[in-house]
């Protein structure tokens, strides 16, 4: 069952560079598969394979792998050139270094920088000049790019040390556990991501023989397929998902599946920004989309299957997550085939 989702909010900012271009966006989502109404809907919710080819679409419609949201285009190869070039380096850091400074050579208001210290190095995102990287999306954007694809080269889960941002909070920053799992901070100098020195030192073992079904789906793919699976946030999911909603364990029977006290197994949560409940809540909230689009059960089916006895206690929790009924969603998904 895929039941994991993402924010709506990347499907607006995705679009938006396109629209700004003049390209009609029921269209683009109508050829991804996704409902015109999402725009309008700020708690709706969209499947990662949906969202990737629409990013893959926009891409082609405007020939440009930035979506639209630079002032001037990334055009379609660039990146495909980029692992070209880095694949030969012996290591992570050697690869990063010179990446960044290949793309330093385009003329683009966003521009990555890779700095060094004594314990590791910095991906820096820097803004030269005004682009259309209003909500933070291309920067966001290049930061989990760069980050997926360095475990990607490496083979490796790299842990995020700290994720900073020079911005406020932002409203969908609840989604960052599926992106820049760890420490998040906001308001900060600079927007990048702290890489430790361990994994900047380690072999890049892909070679160009890789390349070909890697680019199949890059470089969208790695912004919508979660890399998180070591995270204690993703544990306690994986445990909640392979139960059905009216047998889902409680906190103790998770925590002790994991072998932790309920008191350390809170205290991880805590570091991730998160709660048993938030996690079961998303769980639940998932399922439920899953279970909505898929039309073979009705609704009070549906509300017995992700762990609720009262259709109506269902149905508002339903509502609070997407601000849409349950009913309205199903019917938002039937009008979308």
């Keep these: 069952m895929k039941t994991s989702t993402i924010a709506s909010h990347y499907v607006r900012t995705t679009i938006s560079g396109a629209v700004a271009q003049g390209l009609d966006a029921a269209t683009l989502l109508a050829k991804a598969g996704i409902g015109i109404e999402i725009l309008e809907e700020p708690k709706a919710r969209v499947y990662p394979d949906k969202l990737s080819k629409l990013m893959r679409i926009v891409a082609l419609e405007l ?44 003329d683009t208001a966003l521009h990555t920088q890779f700095k060094t210290r004594e314990d590791g190095g910095a991906l820096e995102i820097n ?18 790019l760069w980050h997926r694809l360095s475990c990607w080269l490496t083979g490796k889960r790299i842990p995020i040390q700290v994720a900073e941002f020079a911005y406020p909070k932002p409203k969908h920053a609840e989604e960052f556990h599926l992106f820049f799992y760890g420490d998040h901070k906001f ?22 023989a890789d390349l070909p079904e890697i680019m199949k789906e890059a470089p969208y793919a790695f912004l919508v397929k979660p890399n998180n699976t070591a995270s204690i946030n993703a544990q306690v999911r994986r445990i909640l998902e392979v ?4 047998d889902m364990p409680d906190f103790e029977s998770v925590a002790f599946q994991l072998n932790n006290s309920t008191q350390t197994l809170r205290r991880r949560l805590k570091e991730e920004h998160t709660s048993f409940q938030a996690i079961k809540d998303q769980v639940r909230r998932d399922m439920a989309i899953y279970y909505l689009s898929e039309k073979k059960f009705s609704i009070n089916e549906i509300a017995l299957k992700v762990g609720f006895t009262e259709p109506s206690t269902f149905h508002r929790a339903f509502k609070k997550w997407t601000d849409v009924t349950p009913g309205d969603y199903r019917l938002g998904e039937t009008n979308d085939e």
Excluded at 64 to 79: A, H, M, V, Y
């Design 243 to 246: 139960s059905s909603g009216e």
């Design 187 to 208: 308001n900060m100098p600079k927007t990048l991501l702290r890489i430790e020195q361990q994994y900047l030192d380690l072999p890049i073992i892909r070679t160009r």
């Design 63 to 106: 020939q440009d792998e930035f979506l639209g949201q630079d002032d001037k285009p990334s055009r379609i190869g660039t990146f495909n050139t980029l692992c070209q070039l880095i694949l030969p380096c012996a290591t992570l850091g050697e690869a990063i270094e010179m990446g960044t400074r290949y793309y330093g050579l385009f």
């Design 127 to 144: 803004e030269r000049r005004p682009c259309l990287n209003k909500q933070h999306y291309l920067s966001e954007y290049q930061l989990v």
